[in-house]
């Protein structure tokens, strides 16, 4: 494996900063911030002191936050959020909202992870903790985006036939679209064309305000968590919330938005703009998750669909029949945008990662002729996902449950080493998690552990029942307790190990050199970057790491071939 190339002295390092050579990927990784509504030079390090410099460092720097969150809301949370409120109402308006946190955190951690590193998620997985998590993390992306871009163009083709468009016309064109959007050899022209996407992605929003909806219902949904239908449906409906977890917090995600914020030459200096980004972004994405629940619910309530879900042209067809036409154009445009939208962002993470690991050409700053790789990656994706949705006799509902039940497998250990990296003082020096972030982290990893658990068995046990789910909980909600107060136990004595040392250390009249990289001086924090892979040790696992990566080890190899065997079985079935 070939180590990134350096570019020294052009690292927005510092004097006296920790990192004097940097793991930045080559030099148009490096340079101006050029970004959709703005740019920032590369010498511009001077403080932020008005509001009016504070918004235009804002206006250039937005754009990860908002392209990586509006592109989950693809062509699959559609369907997700469409059959939630079609089915049950509003009472499921609480998972959002509890979902927000872990949105937060999680790409927060990925924000960090691109602007101190200058390195892709993959690359710093296969570099940290071997060749065996590096390929595993890059083929399930690709398994798993693949069939994901299949389900883009699923969107693409429903929402075509309800505007009266012609399908394979449609699909092709846009296809066509989507590789010809990324290949312009320009960053800058590819984030205005998303953002674009971005803001069409609004158009769902005056749905809401056609069905008159009723406000208190939907404030008291939104903050008290309810479980509809009784314990008869707890199954149906925790496949669901699921469902809603896994559409809302996917794998591809982490890989994107790192990925895209060292494109875009984003820095630690900038952080917190990209935060204000990603905030802006999940409040649009979480106010379009609720807006499907809510004109669905205002919309099939009292009506013979109401609880018989089909999938989202039904949904374009209903409103289109029982609020106005103009709704059902409005929900069928909406879904095509956020389709194409989805299948960039969904595509260009692939792409990022294999390119990462293989040590290619990749950048949206390059043309075609200088990252050949990179973009034929890209292209095929699109060329193979629309060549399955026309070819008729593919099964694309067992794909898009394959989608789903892949995604619950394969998050809980995307988070499980997100969170291991972003502890790694080698890799992240003075920007490693808090306590308070590990503690919340944990417990949500744990939480995904359990859902993933669920999601496994419902595939592979579709008669499963309330009484399995309901042990499954409980027994897994102890046994978390009971890891939780272990590690806790475990952390504090390595904390009074390390003091007792450093103690001893000092009396000693031993003197250690600061500018390791986990030491670096508060107000270096701006300039760090980590340095080049090859100068990095690798981590020393502790017993308890080392196990329970091996137990991760087992169950994915084992969940991700039992899901995969039921895939097939379902599609030669039909």
């Known amino acids: 494996m070939t180590e990134n190339k350096t570019v020294p002295g052009t690292e927005d390092a510092g004097p006296g900063s920790a990192a004097s050579r940097t793991a930045v990927l080559d030099d148009l990784h490096v340079g101006d911030i050029r970004g959709a509504m703005g740019t920032i030079r590369q010498e511009d390090t001077g403080p932020r002191r008005t509001l009016r410099r504070r918004l235009t460092t804002l206006l250039a720097i937005a754009g990860p936050g908002l392209i990586v969150m509006v592109g989950d809301n693809d062509a699959g949370a559609f369907g997700t959020y469409t059959e939630a409120g079609q089915n049950y109402g509003t009472t499921l308006l609480w998972t959002l909202l509890m979902l927000v946190p872990v949105i937060f955190v999680n790409q927060e951690m990925v924000l960090r992870l691109g602007a101190v590193t200058g390195v892709g998620h993959a690359r710093l997985i296969l570099e940290r903790f071997g060749k065996f998590w590096g390929a595993f993390s890059v083929i399930d992306l690709f398994v798993l985006n693949a069939l994901t871009i299949v389900t883009e163009f699923v969107g693409v083709s429903l929402a075509c036939s309800y505007l009266g468009l012609p399908k394979i016309p449609t699909v092709i064109v846009s296809a066509v679209l989507v590789v010809a959007a990324v290949s312009t050899g320009s960053f800058r022209r590819f984030e205005r064309l998303s953002l674009v996407l971005v803001g069409f992605s609004l158009v769902i929003i005056p749905i809401v305000l056609m069905v008159h909806p009723p406000i208190g219902q939907i404030a008291h949904d939104f903050v008290v968590p309810a479980i509809p239908g009784g314990s008869g449906q707890l199954s149906d409906v925790m496949l669901l919330i699921i469902a809603i977890v896994g559409t809302t917090v996917a794998p591809w995600q982490l890989f994107f938005q790192q990925s895209y914020v060292i494109d875009k030459r984003i820095t630690p200096r900038f952080i917190r ?111 193979v996902a629309a060549v399955l949705v026309l070819t ?40 490693v998690n808090g306590r308070g972030v590990n503690v919340f982290t944990g417990i949500v990893v744990w939480v995904l552990v359990l859902l993933s658990v669920i999601l496994t068995a419902s595939v592979l046990f579709p008669d499963i029942g309330s009484e399995v789910i309901l042990a499954i909980l409980g027994g897994g909600g102890g046994l978390g307790a009971l890891l939780g107060v272990y590690l806790l136990l475990a952390s504090r004595r390595a904390r009074m190990k390390a003091l007792v040392g450093k103690a001893a250390e000092v009396r000693a009249g031993d003197t250690q050199d600061e500018e390791s990289a986990g030491s670096a001086p508060e107000e270096d924090r701006d300039t760090w970057r980590m340095p080049p892979l090859s100068e990095l040790a690798r981590p020393v696992l502790s017993t308890q790491h080392k196990l329970g990566l091996m137990v991760l080890r087992g169950y994915l190899l084992v969940a991700f071939a039992l899901v995969v065997v039921k895939i097939v079985q379902i599609s030669i079935g039909n």
């Open 392 to 431: 008729p006799g593919v099964p694309l509902g067992a794909l898009t449950s394959g989608v789903q039940t892949l995604a619950g497998v394969l998050l809980p250990s995307a988070s499980v080493f997100l969170l291991l990296l972003c502890n790694d003082k080698a890799v992240l020096g003075p920007w």
């Open 273 to 383: 703009y990209g935060r204000a980004d990603l905030i802006i972004g999940i409040v649009i994405v979480v106010a379009g998750a609720a807006a499907m629940m809510i004109f669905c619910a205002g919309t099939f309530s009292g009506r013979p669909e109401f609880g018989n879900y089909t999938d989202a042209a039904g949904t374009a067809a209903g409103l289109g029949q029982y609020v106005s036409h103009t709704a059902g154009v409005l929900f069928a445009i909406g879904l095509l945008d956020a389709s194409i939208l989805g299948a960039a962002a969904v595509g260009l993470s692939t792409s990022y990662a294999l390119s990462d690991v293989l040590s290619i050409n990749h950048s949206l700053h390059r043309p075609v002729t200088k990252a050949k790789g990179f973009y034929v990656c890209y292209a095929g994706l699109m060329a």
